[in-house]
């Protein structure tokens, strides 16, 4: 592949008044483009991206608090006071910029902890080995959300830099359990001295998509979500199907027949007052999401490769991605996995289920409903174990705020176009409740492309819009003391 990488390479910047971005990284691409990335902001990028987070795993629970000391590290050298607060699961980082009287506060969320890497054999290189391909680095959580904390925490350096102080005050809050639920920090917010270290006039976070390279995406919404389990069990070993099949109840046939009748005809969720309290969608909305790059019908179908796309009736592919509250299965295991057949009836059978919640929807609400729609359908000669997990409210905020508008204005900035105003599809399940406990907003300004494949194998992050996060990240701030 015609991928060069000459380092280091020395050059100046126009003005060549800042020593640490002398040295750059000359990176060209397939199509023969040369990109220069600033050296030191690849270090502390490709350093960060090096430990294996993996907050699901026992194994990795060393590499998550390694990871949060990286981050300590980091912020203390940048002359912040940054403390590890451990926890039940993963620990906590929270730092304080030195405190400038009479301007706002500024609460940046993110987390340091990452999806599970498999399947690994999909990788073309090895995830943790942050490799730069075409003008894209990869590893696991380059894009989400390392990449994006990272040109925060640059963007806030290179500021205090430039300007010899922060023109506002910065408190860093990075987790490492968001990608299985924020359990910690769930508890760890319910604390008034917390609420208190924590409190702010407005909430940043950068750990949602944007719509392409050249168009940003300003997200004003998420979903909220709640996760459950449902074991459909019957005989008590595994039994001959032709001994005993059609005298009783086979749990994988019963567990079927419950979760197809979740979806109507019209693919709307058949569950009892699941859509009790919905916030519909506004006429505005509708209008400024047909114009999202790559949201369309046909580009959303080319995108995932589905044949075509099979929607909630009366609404399009954008809008339910957005907008209009899901029911998806995410696993469903049972019975004879392996090779060849095996005429049996099996003992039990599992399937995985969440929901992604919109405004006027609770996740404690939903699950109760989801459990009583089980319990109604599930058919004589079987018993059913529904198991509730983690989740969290969705969230609104208004994007015309006076904060809301130094982060759009800060991404047509940088980007060079407006940006789209859209909700999120995906779900940060902590957000709801600290900008429920702290009485603020939260702004998101994301910088996850649709092509970088997070939680994928072979997630990226195009340096491009690494260093454009730090640019906007430097303007946000500078925009914000002012807001
Ligand atoms: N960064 C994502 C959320 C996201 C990504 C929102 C892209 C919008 C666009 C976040 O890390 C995530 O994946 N959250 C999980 C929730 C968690 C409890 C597993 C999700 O949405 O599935
Ligand atoms: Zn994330």
């Given amino acids: 592949m015609g991928i060069k990488t000459h380092f280091p390479h020395h050059s100046l910047y126009a003005d060549g008044a800042f020593f640490f971005y002398k040295a750059q ?17 690849l270090d502390d990028l490709f350093a960060f991206l090096r430990i294996p987070s993996v907050s699901a795993q026992a194994e990795h629970a060393g590499d998550v608090e390694r990871c949060a000391d990286f981050l300590v590290d980091k912020l203390r050298g940048m002359g912040f006071s940054a403390v590890k607060h451990l926890t039940d699961i993963h620990p906590i980082v929270v730092a304080h910029s030195p405190h400038v009287e009479g301007r706002p506060t500024v609460l940046i969320y993110g987390h340091y ?9 999909e990788w073309k290189s090895a995830p943790f080995e942050p490799t730069v391909r075409e003008g894209r680095v990869y590893a696991r959580g380059a894009s989400d959300d390392k ?49 208190k270290d924590l409190a702010c006039d407005v909430i940043v976070v950068s750990d949602t998509g944007m719509a392409a390279p050249d168009i940003p995406s300003f997200s004003y919404g998420l979903k909220g979500l709640c996760c ?35 979806h109507d005809a019209r693919n709307r969720v058949a569950v009892e007052g699941f859509y ?34 099979r929607t909630e009736e009366g609404y399009t592919g954008a809008e ?56 109604k359908v599930c058919p004589v000669g079987v018993r059913m174990k529904f198991t509730r997990q983690h989740g969290g409210s969705a969230y609104l ?40 406990v702290l009485g603020k907003d939260a702004l998101f300004l994301g910088l996850d492309l649709p092509d970088a494949r997070i939680h994928s194998p072979n997630e990226n992050m195009r340096l491009e819009i690494f260093e454009k996060g730090i640019t906007m990240g430097k303007t946000l701030l500078r925009l914000m003391a002012q807001a």
């Fill in 25 to 41: 990284k000359k990176v060209e691409t397939a199509a023969g483009a040369v990109y220069n990335a600033g050296m030191s902001r």
């Fill in 113 to 121: 902890d990452v999806m599970p890497v498999d399947p690994l054999e």
């Fill in 147 to 195: 990449g994006e904390i990272m040109a925060l925490v640059l963007a806030a350096e290179e500021v205090m830099k430039e300007d010899g102080a922060l023109p506002l005050n910065v408190t860093f809050l990075f987790e490492g359990e968001e990608e299985r639920g924020s359990e910690s920090l769930f508890k760890f917010v319910q604390n008034p001295e917390v609420q």
């Fill in 228 to 262: 459950f389990e449902l074991e459909v069990s019957g005989p008590a070993m595994d039994l001959h199907s032709g001994i005993f099949g059609g005298a009783v109840s086979n749990p994988i046939t019963a567990l079927c027949e419950m979760v197809a009748s979740t």
């Fill in 276 to 309: 009790d309290g919905v916030m519909p969608i506004q006429n505005w909305e509708k209008e400024s999401w047909k114009r999202v790059p790559g949201m369309s019908n046909t580009e959303l179908a080319a995108l995932t490769g589905v044949p075509a796309l």
């Fill in 320 to 375: 339910c991605v957005y907008a209009r509250p899901t029911f998806e299965l995410n696993g469903i295991s049972g019975g004879y996995e392996g090779e060849g057949s095996k005429t049996v009836i099996p003992t039990r059978a599992v399937a995985k289920m969440s929901c992604r919640l919109v405004p006027g929807q609770t996740p404690e609400d939903i699950l109760d409903k989801v459990e009583a729609h089980f319990r």
């Fill in 397 to 436: 905020s208004d994007p015309n705020s006076a904060f809301g508008k130094a982060a759009q204005k800060a991404l047509e900035d940088t980007f060079g176009n407006p940006p789209v105003l859209v909700r999120e599809g995906g779900s940060i399940p902590i957000i709801a409740e600290i900008s429920r």
